[in-house]
């Protein structure tokens, strides 16, 4: 069964609204329906989109993914710089996770060039725009062939 889950944290839920000079003018709905779409090209039985706002929800959602779930993809906003409990949870599930963003944290403000996630991932993929979640799901199926 090779089912994906994509993850999305804080603020995610905006796109579209939120800052489009930075995060582009898709929504979070038109981002989901694009990357299922792909999903499925590439050979994912199912893929499931998951947005959040609250750490707890997001962890919980990571714990259920390692009974049902071939590999995470995760874009965890804000928390990606500070969230421990999510860096733990990713570190305790056996399955592949790949952290994405939309923007170049990189080339952003100075908080956002550490990720506490990073080195429980299997990669990072930055600065693509909607397409950030395309390439973690074409490293994700290449991955598990």
């Given at each position: 069964?090779?089912?994906?889950l994509i993850?999305n944290?804080?603020?995610?839920?905006?796109?579209?609204?939120?800052?489009?000079?930075?995060?582009?003018?898709?929504?979070?709905e038109?981002?989901?329906?694009?990357?299922?779409?792909?999903?499925k090209?590439?050979?994912?039985?199912?893929?499931?989109?998951?947005?959040?706002?609250?750490?707890?929800?997001?962890?919980d959602?990571?714990?259920?993914?390692r009974?049902?779930?071939?590999?995470?993809?995760?874009?965890?906003?804000?928390?990606?710089?500070?969230s421990?409990?999510?860096?733990?949870?990713?570190?305790?599930v056996?399955?592949?996770?790949?952290e994405?963003?939309?923007?170049?944290?990189?080339?952003?403000?100075?908080?956002?060039?550490?990720?506490?996630?990073?080195?429980?991932?299997?990669?990072?993929?930055?600065?693509?725009?909607?397409?950030?979640?395309?390439l973690?799901?074409?490293?994700?199926?290449?991955?598990?062939?």
């Amino acid at each position: 069964m090779k089912n994906v889950l994509i993850i999305n944290g804080p603020n995610l839920n905006l796109l579209g609204e939120r800052e489009p000079g930075i995060y582009g003018s898709d929504t979070y709905e038109s981002v989901c329906r694009e990357a299922v779409i792909k999903a499925k090209e590439l050979g994912f039985s199912d893929c499931e989109c998951f947005q959040s706002n609250h750490e707890g929800g997001i962890i919980d959602k990571i714990h259920a993914a390692r009974l049902d779930k071939c590999g995470i993809i995760i874009n965890a906003g804000a928390l990606t710089h500070y969230s421990y409990a999510l860096r733990d949870a990713i570190a305790a599930v056996k399955i592949p996770v790949i952290e994405v963003h939309i923007s170049n944290v990189h080339t952003r403000e100075e908080f956002r060039h550490h990720s506490v996630i990073s080195p429980v991932c299997r990669g990072v993929i930055c600065g693509f725009g909607k397409y950030s979640y395309t390439l973690g799901l074409q490293a994700l199926a290449d991955m598990l062939g």
